[in-house]
């Protein structure tokens, strides 16, 4: 079988394709064929070297495939069964812990750019009964680091107001869930070809952050306050986040596109009583629940562009250029 491998010091040039025997399962494991996978930040991260990786470590974090067989202990699943894996392969559910977020797949564990690799049992989801395996493959971190910052930690209710910002992969899923639930969705861009596609999927009202220095201070004039803003940028993003979320509002700390460190003014967090959660993606529990969800109300991604096996490189420098909007996607087989 093949398998991708990170060699140090990483980089795409040291993003190499190695042929393996096919692993067989122990007793709680489940051979999975893999069919697909997609492009996340962090698997960005790992796959130009900025992650450090232990060398030899399978990249990407989101799977979507087929279980081919399984342990002689494994009850959930028998083959042809079509699962997803986990971003945490060990959190099943409670609360996040040191212990249960150790591992990360494509990180400190090895992830699913492979053909076939072995998996617990437990380290798996059913994909929704609706979706291809190309869709199912962008569940695993976008969707539900969404589904979790709007859901769980920000307990959204119909006719709540929701701030997304930019079209990655996240930030489509949270307006898609969020229009589902009921909420009143803004949006931002720098594009104005982007920005008619967010109204068209449903975002109510949309800014140009480019042309608009203090597009937080805007919405907020706009809207009276966000109840639920999930920001994306860190540094570049998060002084406008906080002067668009309301009083008693919720504010996500989801990603660091534009930065790892940023200058927080406390008063108006303490003065307007703003609740912020930094979180990372989510447990099975969660992933179970969210795709539930999005069965029973036919929320399917928004796909951009697919790659064969043997072009992963090629798709990171396309998710470098930030022309995407939506999921790349690896297709494994036709």
Request: aromatic letters at 8%; hydrophobic letters at 35%; proline letters at 5%.
């Given at each position: 079988?093949?398998?991708?491998?990170?060699?140090?010091?990483?980089?795409?040039?040291?993003?190499?394709?190695?042929?393996?025997?096919?692993?067989?399962?122990?007793?709680?494991?489940?051979?999975?064929?893999?069919?697909?996978?997609?492009?996340?930040?962090?698997?960005?991260?790992?796959?130009?070297?900025?992650?450090?990786?232990?060398?030899?470590?399978?990249?990407?974090?989101?799977?979507?495939?087929?279980?081919?067989?399984?342990?002689?202990?494994?009850?959930?699943?028998?083959?042809?069964?079509?699962?997803?894996?986990?971003?945490?392969?060990?959190?099943?559910?409670?609360?996040?812990?040191?212990?249960?977020?150790?591992?990360?797949?494509?990180?400190?564990?090895?992830?699913?750019?492979?053909?076939?690799?072995?998996v617990n049992e437990e380290a798996l989801t059913r994909m929704p009964s609706n979706y291809s395996f190309e869709e199912a493959a962008t569940l695993p971190c976008a969707a539900l680091t969404a589904w979790r910052a709007l859901m769980v930690e920000g307990k959204l209710q119909a006719g709540d107001s929701v701030l997304v910002q930019g079209t990655g992969g996240m930030s489509i899923f949270a307006l898609q869930i969020a229009k589902a639930a009921g909420a009143y969705v803004y949006a931002t861009s720098s594009s104005e070809e982007k920005m008619a596609r967010l109204k068209e999927l449903g975002a109510d009202e949309v800014f140009n952050y480019r042309t608009d220095a203090d597009w937080g201070k805007t919405i907020a004039e706009r809207s009276g306050g966000v109840d639920h803003v999930l920001d994306v940028g860190a540094s570049a993003t998060l002084k406008h986040s906080i002067d668009a979320v309301a009083t008693g509002g919720h504010l996500a700390l989801i990603g660091v596109l534009?930065?790892?460190?940023?200058?927080?003014?406390?008063?108006?967090?303490?003065?307007?009583?703003?609740?912020?959660?930094?979180?990372?993606?989510?447990?099975?529990?969660?992933?179970?629940?969210?795709?539930?969800?999005?069965?029973?109300?036919?929320?399917?991604?928004?796909?951009?562009?697919?790659?064969?096996?043997?072009?992963?490189?090629?798709?990171?420098?396309?998710?470098?250029?930030?022309?995407?909007?939506?999921?790349?996607?690896?297709?494994?087989?036709?």
């Open positions: 079988m093949k398998t991708y491998q990170v060699t140090q010091p990483g980089g795409l040039n040291n993003l190499n394709i190695v042929d393996q025997d096919m692993p067989q399962p122990n007793s709680s494991e489940v051979l999975v064929r893999w069919h697909a996978t997609s492009l996340n930040f962090h698997d960005y991260l790992v796959g130009v070297g900025g992650i450090p990786v232990a060398d030899g470590r399978v990249p990407m974090s989101d799977g979507a495939g087929e279980v081919v067989s399984v342990g002689a202990d494994v009850t959930e699943w028998q083959p042809g069964d079509k699962v997803m894996s986990l971003f945490f392969p060990n959190w099943i559910n409670g609360k996040p812990t040191t212990e249960n977020t150790l591992d990360i797949s494509g990180d400190t564990a090895d992830g699913f750019a492979s053909e076939y690799s072995c534009g930065g790892t460190t940023a200058e927080i003014d406390m008063v108006p967090l303490i003065l307007r009583h703003i609740k912020i959660s930094g979180l990372a993606v989510g447990s099975r529990e969660m992933q179970n629940k969210m795709v539930a969800a999005l069965e029973v109300n036919n929320i399917h991604p928004v796909l951009d562009k697919s790659f064969k096996f043997n072009e992963l490189g090629q798709a990171f420098e396309y998710q470098s250029s930030g022309s995407h909007f939506g999921k790349i996607t690896i297709k494994y087989v036709d």
